[in-house]
T-cell receptor, first 114, second 117 residues
């Protein structure tokens, strides 16, 4: 069975702090995709990144970076110099290589205070 | 503009009164799916559709029906809503694995908040 665990239910930081959101997954598949989505207070789901299991290179996009470690089944997300606009719920999700179903973690609420 | 739309965005209803939440996408995606979001549980898949007239159950299908008569539309039907179906519902679409070969990114609608009294 596939499972995604986001152990941090809620994180509070002060603006400009760096923050890392943890994601640990379980799957028997040898190849798969991992995703991060952002859900701001307005409620919509915003796609952030898709990473396939072939590629363990870390990725950086502006203040966002992702650390994928297959050995520990983790796909952590770091926001550098956090801003109030980063306040949202962040979801990590796992999907098969061939197929469309996504399994989501419970989400992490990030609160960035000014 | 490429998008997934849902209607209504907010709905309050009473137990047993049939309702339909519509979902439409303009990206010619084969794959569409419904999820519900509940606190502490993340999003869970209700039903999905690989293409027109092809639907299948997700993880939590009880109490829901779907249909896919047209490629762009994928309505979610609650024949007899109950309070435990109070939730935030999302429709999503993506290219099918049959077309893309590998999982494509799913794009989500804005969500429908449902309260069943």
């Amino acid at each position: 069975a596939q499972k995604v665990t986001q152990a941090q239910t809620e994180i509070s930081v002060v603006e400009k702090e760096d923050v890392t959101l943890d994601c640990v997954y379980e799957t028997r598949d040898t190849t798969y995709y991992l995703f991060w989505y952002k859900q701001p207070p307005s409620g919509e789901l915003v796609f952030l990144i898709r990473r396939n299991s072939f590629d363990e290179q870390n990725e950086i996009s502006g203040r966002y970076s992702w650390n994928f470690q297959k050995s520990t089944s983790s796909f952590n997300f770091t926001i550098t110099a956090s801003q109030v606009v980063d306040s949202a719920v962040y979801f990590c999700a796992l999907g098969p290589l061939y197929g469309n179903k996504l399994v989501f973690g419970a989400g992490t609420i990030l609160r960035v205070k000014s | 503009e490429a998008q997934v739309t849902q209607n209504p965005r907010y709905l309050i209803t009473v137990t047993g009164k049939k309702l339909t939440v519509t979902c439409s996408q303009n990206m010619n995606h084969e794959y569409m799916s419904w999820y519900r979001q509940d606190p502490g549980l993340g999003l869970r898949q209700i039903y999905y559709s690989m293409n027109v007239e092809v639907t299948d159950k997700g993880d939590v299908p009880e109490g829901y029906k779907v249909s896919r008569k047209e490629k762009r539309n994928f309505p979610l039907i609650l024949e007899s809503p109950s309070p435990n179906q109070t939730s935030l519902y999302f429709c999503a679409s993506s290219l099918s694995r049959l077309a893309g070969g590998t999982q494509e990114t799913q794009y989500f609608g804005p969500g429908t908040r449902l309260l069943v009294l």
